[in-house]
């Protein structure tokens, strides 16, 4: 029987213009203790006009990053949404970080 699941958790992001501020998200997500468990990172760029691209890909964690040419929020969660493979759905904001070590794996 084939799943249709391919990891254990999505983590979506969506961002605009965050450059300042998501180091300490992208840092508290490489810093997760997963054990066995597979996560998949998602940020949909929401027309960013700053540097937040280029932050997430030099940070080092490996993540889709789509790009969602049109203003808001939800869209750009709806977007990450279409893309995820996992069984359950974790939504965050560019802004946030985690600051327990399993709280991806304990949630």
């Known amino acids: ?14 961002v605009y213009n965050l450059e300042h501020y998501i180091t300490p998200l992208i840092n508290s997500l490489l810093s997760q203790i997963l054990g066995d468990y597979h996560v998949e990172y998602i940020f949909v760029l929401n027309n960013c006009t700053d540097k937040s691209e280029e932050v997430i890909r030099e940070s080092g964690i490996e993540a889709t990053i789509l790009k969602c040419d049109k203003q808001g929020c939800g869209l750009a969660r709806n977007m990450g949404f279409e893309y995820s493979h996992g069984r359950y759905i974790w939504f965050m904001d560019g802004d946030d970080y985690l600051t327990e070590r399993t709280a991806i794996k304990d949630a």
């Open 1 to 14: 029987m084939q799943t249709l699941f391919q990891c254990d958790v999505s983590v979506i992001v969506p």
